[in-house]
């Protein structure tokens, strides 16, 4: 499917409804507030979403002045967010480069992303490395402080060695299983063979116990996987500081899509502003590859930059599509 | 802005955990609509608790006495010491009528964040009740929380050579289907499976 309309008229909009109705959050901001229209109060999304003979409706409310609200097949559920129980959707925005251009914090996130779909049950894995990581720092702090003695660091110590192993594993394992499907991708896309590495070493506690002092002295743990990165490069040609704007585009496209490979249900895929940037060659490799998932939502400036016929064409003019 | 001492009623009261100013406001003129004995009654038992009831010099439990009953209890299975953070997990527990041992409360678990220290919690009475009476087994039945994991390892280091220590075990409520339990939970319980 795909949206055509002239700058700001309201394509990407359509494209944050739909990621919200099925996700129940926005790609771009967690500001909920935000995403209703200016000069209404409150708005709500509700879709009609068939799978063969199935046929769900998500509904997400956002009221004025108060938290939203979902509810799936008119069944109320505990949070908007636990849509995603049901449906999965994949985005790629512009603002995704980061995760090949940004820092290794924005690759951390990718990649614990990757692990909470891929390993439902380790998805508070990341969250929960990181209150352990924030209560370690904080009997540090104490401990410099002189309000606090030595072992009181220690059972702290102790979770973020086992949560920190656990999260190292899963990131491993998550990372394991993309390199084929992303270096099969990188090829197609004219990117080279693209590599994927994980850069950092499980924590041991006698690691650990070697910083203690050093991590006294400085109020922070000054090791762990809160500091580790992925390497993506195409062979030996790492892409954060040597790829152009267009490859570091193939890029995050070739994880999205390698990503894809790994579910185990088609997703939507919702492409925001996806086809500049790249040579004709390439949409049309590209336009090949998503036209194997069920469904893709893809936003262009004009018909013409889509290589393929697309199954529907919305066109988005001042806040209306038809 | 009604009177102050109705300022000074809803104020008290939305100092109590879970209670916001609308409910406290709503509390407050229930009290007043009542009749004067009923709130009398309410005063007089808030002041009663508070001399009366204090925590029992063994095991940290609320008790009327210097010790509690369970402390007291000569039936009860003086060798087997189970730590829990608040009184009201013994209450929890005593309801299952399965434990037959002791109890130790800590007053909280270990958090720096919050300022939580080992010397905030009632650590070194546990240390002492071991050394000095035959306890053969600790059972570390603190939350299966952040807070709670960090304090049970944080005491399973210091007992572990001195006395057998246990952990409660977590997994799926019984009764519930597979079907709703989260994923956290079941995979938890799927690395925790036993051998039948």
New interface residues.
């Given amino acids: 499917m795909l949206f055509v309309g002239d700058n700001g008229a309201g394509k990407t909009n359509l494209l944050e409804s739909l990621h919200l109705a099925t996700q129940g959050f926005s790609p771009r901001t967690r500001h909920d507030q935000q995403l209703v229209a200016f000069g209404t109060e409150g708005g709500a999304v509700e879709l009609t979403v068939r799978d063969g003979e199935f046929v769900r409706r998500p509904r997400v409310v956002i009221p004025a002045r108060d938290a939203k609200r979902a509810t799936l097949d008119g069944v109320a559920l505990p949070s908007a967010e636990s849509l995603r129980r049901s449906f999965t959707t994949l985005v790629f925005t512009p603002d995704r480069l980061a995760v090949v251009k940004g820092g290794p914090a924005a690759r951390r996130a990718y990649l614990d992303r990757v692990v909470s779909r891929l390993f439902p049950a380790r998805s508070q894995l990341a969250q929960e490395y990181g209150a352990a990581l924030a209560q370690r720092n904080a009997a540090l702090r104490r401990v410099q402080l002189g309000l606090s003695s030595r072992d009181a660091i220690e059972p702290w110590s102790e979770q973020v060695v086992t949560l920190g192993a656990a999260l190292v594993e899963a990131r491993r394992e998550a990372v394991a299983a993309l390199v084929d499907p992303f270096s099969d991708n990188t090829g197609a896309l004219g990117l080279g063979e693209g590599t994927l590495v994980y850069e950092g070493e499980a924590l041991t506690s006698g690691d650990l116990a070697a910083k203690l002092e050093s991590d006294i002295a400085r109020g922070i743990t000054t090791l762990g996987p809160h500091l580790h990165d992925l390497a993506i490069a195409d062979g030996a040609r790492a892409l954060r500081p040597f790829g152009s704007q267009g490859e570091q585009r193939l890029a995050v496209l070739a994880l999205l899509l390698a990503e894809i490979a790994l579910l185990p249900s088609s997703p939507l895929l919702l492409l925001d502003d996806v086809l500049s940037e790249l040579d004709s060659r390439r949409r049309r490799v590209l336009a090949e590859r998503v036209s194997t998932i069920e469904q893709t939502v893809i936003t262009a400036t004009h018909r013409s930059a889509l290589p393929v016929e697309p199954a529907h064409v919305v066109e988005v003019t001042h806040g209306q599509a038809r | 802005m009604f009177s102050p001492s109705v300022d000074n009623l809803v104020n008290q009261l939305t100092r109590l955990p879970g209670v916001g100013s609308r409910t406290a406001q709503r509390l407050a003129f229930h009290i007043l609509q009542r009749p004067k004995d009923e709130a009398l009654a309410l005063a007089s038992a808030l002041e009663e608790v508070k001399e009366r009831v204090r925590f029992c010099r063994e095991c940290g439990n609320l008790t009327e006495e210097e010790v509690c009953v369970i402390c007291l209890d000569q039936r009860r299975d003086h060798t087997t010491i189970c730590v829990v953070e608040q009184p009201v997990d013994v209450i929890s527990l005593e309801r299952t009528h399965e434990y037959r041992g002791l109890y130790h409360v800590l007053g909280g678990a270990?958090?720096?964040?919050d300022?939580v220290?080992?010397?905030d919690l009632r650590i070194d009475e546990l240390m002492r009740r071991v050394e000095q009476n035959d306890v053969r087994e600790i059972v570390l039945a603190t939350n299966p929380t952040?807070?709670g994991?960090?304090?049970a390892?944080?005491l399973a280091?210091r007992l572990r050579d001195r006395v057998r220590v246990t952990r409660l075990a977590s997994g799926l409520p019984v009764g519930g289907d597979l079907e709703y339990a989260d994923?956290?939970t079941?995979?938890?319980a799927?690395s925790g499976r036993r051998e039948m």
């Fill in positions: 270990l958090s720096p964040l300022g220290e080992p010397s952040m807070t994991e960090a304090t390892a944080f280091d994923e956290v079941l995979g938890r799927l």
